[in-house]
């Protein structure tokens, strides 16, 4: 306790020291200069967690261990590289850990390569050891599971399931010559056998490979797609997902209920399955997921516990794994989010935004069911509870309205304490940053939308100052009262805080289709393709700006990314008497291209009534009201967004003479992957902002 009492002093007196040090105003570098944490994880002995710290683009992995969590980087990468570090695994004995650098493949086959080397890019899986050695290149891949016998770790390349010795003292070589795309790789307990998901197009299936036997066997095979492997802790059976294989098209348009999803068991040897859950016929018949590295868990006592919207709300259930009714862990109107299972498995973590819609905190409830038991409250974010293997902490990762997100840890019954308290520069302007607003304001067809609003930090009393709306992307993300556990969406708060700094009013709008207040909201009838029912979310923002007595009517102007674009050019094309102008990260702009790229088969030609509507309900459809003028921010090597999409609104904008400014990034993928990047793009955009909507049109 005297080592916490210390550490908790010396954080009161370095962030003591920052408040007297920061600056009054502050530059987008300095807002955007806080490391980013990600990918917590938790060694399976001990006390251990291991992490991803982004600082200005230099990626590298943390571990802090017990008993004193103290944080220190294992890797020493500097460079602002434009390479995703991700997929952190310990080994068995928690000495070492496996990670993946770089991005992966676009369906051409190409690495990300966002700085334009001429050389050769790669995505590769590496191991380093806590003792100080230099980290290893194992092998090229991604997607590392390592073996609990600590002799190897299987991984996916070019789609096929690979391993390599961890003692680098022997090649990689392919493990199973399967047909499909492999993914989902889990050891069974003893690792004695690694279960996959072979994945067919329009079926998948769960396999499970017999080292030993070098024997395959796909588990209760049918025309379904079985995804999410989960072992029991004998290693005789795996429970998997089994959703009813469908045609109809299944992205950007709203699914409140389908052919229902189920739960099967199956016995590894013989491959019998049996059903153990069906979701019923309504509400949750369409499954709908959590952030986890597993979907279902296999707990303990038996019971599985997994995700199911069967009251409207994601919620976890438990059911035994030989079949019963399932039990509601989760009970109320809230929405659960992170999820991870005790060191003992006897409870499941999670966050959620229960009593707090616009924030998360932490719970934890017994898998056999009982009250769930608050683990953080307040006016904090926190996210990704992770057990340590000893049960005597609880790491997260956690933010509020001016402080970033950090790592942290709870021990026992201690309040949480910062792992990594000296990590934010000294120059961050915590103080200047102003706490946003909760506000609810009505859409033009009356319905209730909740955003958070930063108020100008520069205003006079009787002054109108300009205002921006920003809409997030997704469109299954919530925007909150404080730093987002999202990359991209803590960047677009950080950027949300300077236009504030700025003198600019900033609302930034949870739309319906988004996350956070429940399945009906999230499946909002006639959104996205299917009628772009969110243009009405996006006039209500205006017309509340407009009626506020400190905003000048004719200095609002729009701001978002990829959804968010689309929302961005949605209001510019429709409604440019209310818009004075906008800023288009990487937008939709007609959804009958974009579809193409989530669904492959999707052939408007042969959906024409959906392909009327879908294109009815894009910006290009109405690209002949819009007057306004844009800026375009697109990198040529997004995944999400095609780069067409820049390229093809451009030119009837320039057309019919709309002033089009764009800043474009050769080789850039959708979330940028280069810091300096971010901040050329916010730059450009803050000051296109300013010079468009500091004067009346």
């Keep these: 306790m005297k080592t916490l009492r210390a550490a908790?002093?010396?954080?009161?007196?370095?962030?003591?020291?920052?408040?007297?040090?920061?600056?009054?105003?502050?530059?987008?570098?300095?807002?955007?200069?806080?490391?980013?944490?990600?990918?917590?994880?938790?060694?399976?002995?001990?006390?251990?967690?291991?992490?991803?710290?982004?600082?200005?683009?230099?990626?590298?992995?943390?571990?802090?261990?017990?008993?004193?969590?103290?944080?220190?980087?294992?890797?020493?990468?500097?460079?602002?590289?434009?390479?995703?570090?991700?997929d952190l695994a310990f080994t068995p004995d928690g000495r070492s850990v496996v990670y993946v650098r770089g991005g992966g493949a676009n369906r051409r086959g190409e690495i990300p390569n966002p700085l334009s080397r001429p050389e050769a890019v790669e995505q590769a899986v590496w191991i380093v050891s806590l003792d100080g050695a230099p980290p290893r290149r194992l092998a090229e891949g991604h997607s590392p599971a390592v073996s609990p016998r600590g002799d190897r770790v299987a991984f996916v390349q070019k789609q096929q399931v690979w391993w390599v010795p961890l003692s680098g003292e022997g090649k990689p070589e392919q493990a199973i010559q399967a047909r499909g795309d492999c993914t989902n790789l889990r050891w069974s307990p003893d690792g004695g056998r690694l279960a996959f998901v072979s994945d067919r197009g329009n079926h998948s299936f769960v396999g499970v490979y017999d080292v030993g036997a070098k024997a395959l066997r796909y588990l209760d095979p049918s025309v379904d797609q079985d995804q999410e492997p989960a072992w029991s802790p004998d290693g005789k059976r795996v429970a998997f997902i089994r959703t009813p294989s469908s045609k109809e098209l299944q992205t950007f348009r709203p699914h409140r209920d389908g052919e229902p999803w189920s739960i099967r068991v199956a016995d590894v040897v013989s491959g019998a399955g049996r059903r153990v859950f069906r979701a019923d016929p309504g509400p949750g018949s369409v499954f709908r997921e959590i952030v986890s590295r597993d979907q279902i868990f296999w707990a303990d006592g038996n019971r599985i516990v997994f995700p199911w919207e069967k009251e409207?709300?994601?919620?976890?259930?438990?059911?035994?794994?030989?079949?019963?009714?399932?039990?509601?862990?989760?009970?109320?109107?809230?929405?659960?989010?992170?999820?991870?299972?005790?060191?003992?498995?006897?409870?499941?973590?999670?966050?959620?935004?229960?009593?707090?819609?616009?924030?998360?905190?932490?719970?934890?409830?017994?898998?056999?069911?009982?009250?769930?038991?608050?683990?953080?409250?307040?006016?904090?974010?926190?996210?990704?509870?992770?057990?340590?293997?000893?049960?005597?902490?609880?790491?997260?990762?956690?933010?509020?309205?001016?402080?970033?997100?950090?790592?942290?840890?709870?021990?026992?019954?201690?309040?949480?304490?910062?792992?990594?308290?000296?990590?934010?520069?000294?120059?961050?302007?915590?103080?200047?940053?102003?706490?946003?607003?909760?506000?609810?304001?009505?859409?033009?067809?009356?319905?209730?939308?909740?955003?958070?609003?930063?108020?100008?930090?520069?205003?006079?009393?009787?002054?109108?100052?300009?205002?921006?709306?920003?809409?997030?992307?997704?469109?299954?993300?919530?925007?909150l009262l404080g730093w987002h556990y999202n990359y991209y969406y803590r960047n677009a708060y950080a950027f949300n805080q300077y236009l504030a700094s700025r003198g600019f009013f900033v609302l930034s709008v949870n739309y319906r289709s988004g996350i956070g207040y429940g399945m009906e909201f999230r499946e909002a009838l006639d959104y996205g393709a299917s009628g772009a029912s969110e243009f009405r979310d996006v006039e209500g923002a205006g017309l509340y700006l407009r009626g506020r007595a400190d905003v000048d009517p004719d200095r609002i102007g729009l701001w978002g990314g990829s959804y968010g674009g689309y929302l961005t050019a949605l209001g510019l094309a429709r409604a440019s008497t209310l818009f004075a102008a906008g800023v288009d990260f990487h937008g939709v702009h007609d959804w009958n291209v974009v579809i193409r790229n989530f669904e492959q088969t999707y052939d408007p030609s042969a959906h024409g009534e959906a392909a009327r509507l879908a294109f009815e309900s894009s910006p290009m459809a109405d690209v002949k009201s819009w007057r306004s003028p844009v800026l375009l921010i697109h990198g040529d090597d997004d995944r999400n967004v095609p780069f067409s999409e820049t390229v093809d609104i451009a030119e009837p904008l320039r057309r019919q003479g709309v002033e089009v400014e764009q800043l474009i990034f050769p080789d850039e993928i959708h979330d940028f992957l280069v810091h300096t990047h971010w901040l050329r793009a916010y730059q450009t955009a803050a000051e296109f902002l300013e010079r468009r909507l500091r004067r009346t049109r």
């Design 312 to 479: 409207g709300w994601t919620h976890l259930y438990a059911v035994p794994a030989d079949g019963g009714t399932p039990s509601l862990l989760t009970p109320g109107p809230f929405e659960v989010e992170y999820v991870s299972l005790s060191a003992d498995r006897r409870a499941v973590l999670y966050n959620s935004n229960q009593d707090d819609v616009d924030r998360r905190h932490l719970w934890s409830v017994p898998v056999q069911g009982g009250k769930p038991a608050a683990l953080t409250s307040g006016e904090g974010i926190e996210w990704q509870p992770t057990a340590a293997a000893d049960g005597g902490a609880v790491g997260f990762l956690r933010s509020d309205g001016k402080r970033p997100p950090r790592p942290a840890v709870r021990i026992g019954d201690a309040p949480p304490r910062d792992l990594a308290p000296g990590a934010v520069p000294a120059d961050f302007p915590e103080t200047s940053l102003v706490v946003p607003e909760p506000v609810v304001f009505s859409a033009s067809d009356g319905l209730r939308i909740h955003g958070q609003l930063f108020r100008p930090t520069n205003s006079r009393s009787g002054e109108r100052s300009p205002a921006v709306v920003f809409f997030h992307g997704g469109s299954r993300r919530q925007m």
């Design 8 to 86: 908790a002093l010396v954080w009161g007196i370095a962030a003591s020291a920052r408040a007297a040090a920061a600056p009054k105003t502050f530059t987008l570098e300095q807002v955007l200069s806080a490391p980013f944490p990600a990918g917590l994880v938790a060694a399976p002995g001990g006390g251990r967690f291991a992490w991803v710290v982004n600082a200005r683009g230099a990626r590298n992995v943390w571990v802090a261990e017990a008993p004193e969590y103290h944080a220190r980087a294992l890797t020493n990468e500097t460079a602002d590289a434009g390479e995703e570090v991700g």
